[in-house]
């Protein structure tokens, strides 16, 4: 067997105490364990990380959620004060961009203080770094709780998937909690609770309440969305980005990846990354149970389509050499494409705002049904 790092020491000390333990927590431990998870020890992202995402992939992306946010800002009747709240924001490299593009509206620069929500000290140094030089004051938070009240346009991209959920697996007798345990070959394995959830089929959704023997059901707290949307029925609007389903559904989509390969979630603790998909029903009905207006999801392709990526490329392109026009070119068909390599469709976007915003940016054909 490989070494034992010291998180894998940690939960196999828990299990041995407490016995198996919920996909949550291991989740929780494996990210955001203080001194050993994944995301406060290291930046896992960009090409030679782990992952890549949009920002990271070109600077378009930054730049229309820019004009997004300085939309939303004209819309909310141009305070003279604006919170900029983004929740993990990785490299600052989506902060960094949007705030460029921003210039276009020097009355909105003026009016913004930015909000970064961040739990890994790694990141935090990072996003020091890319945002050394923005004459506008930034300041960290380990939770959106400690962002002070205010009216406030919040950010979030690839955020919630890295959020922890919990499993049920549906059987005879109903759906019972997953939990992680030792097997007997000495590495951990997916057990159940022997007895099943209670009432938990009253909480589904009809189609994954139907759903077959053995499916798994996949699930988040509701508090982080709870919270932004607390926030935004105060005033402004929030936009949310991810890789995830517009319903509820069955499924597994916990997985793990490490050097842009997959690799098995249970494997290497603290040194591989943990995602699940965003389930945007819940997410949304949650944001709106706080008074706000939820709108979409759509897909990413569509609101970087309706923001204007392809105006934006070509102008880049029209000043760039053939060699800098190709690598264009294949960062908008990553970032709209719908292939197996293009994110277009996989990700969704979701806004939610007060009644006062009207529909944000992008979000055109109308609030979500
Ligand atoms: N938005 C960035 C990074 C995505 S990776 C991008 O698109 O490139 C996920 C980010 O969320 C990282 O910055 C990670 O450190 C942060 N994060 C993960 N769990 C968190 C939590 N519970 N609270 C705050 N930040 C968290």
Redesign the pocket.
Known sequence: MAEIGPLEKEIRRRIAAAGPMPVDEYMGLC??DPEHGY?TTRDP?GARGDFI????ISQMFGELIGLWMTAVWKKMGEPANIRIIE?????G??MKDALRAAEVAPAFRNAVVVHL????PA?KAQQEETLEHLVIPVYWHP?LNDVPEGPAIIIA???FD??PIKQAVKSEDGWHERQIGIGDDGKFVFTVVPAPLQHFDRLLPPAPRAAPRESIFEWRSDSVAMDLGRRVARGGAALVIDYGHAASAVGETLQAVGQHAYADPLSAPGNIDLTAHVDFQPLLRAMEAMGGTAYGPIEQSLLLRRLGIETRAATLKSKATRAVAAGIDAALARLTGHGRTGMGSLFKAAAIAHPSVGTPPGFESGPAA
């Open positions: 990210l955001a995301y992202l995402t949009a920002p990271e929740l993990g924001p990785g490299r490299t989506l929500v961040e739990i890994s990141l939770s991209n690839e955020f890295a959020l």
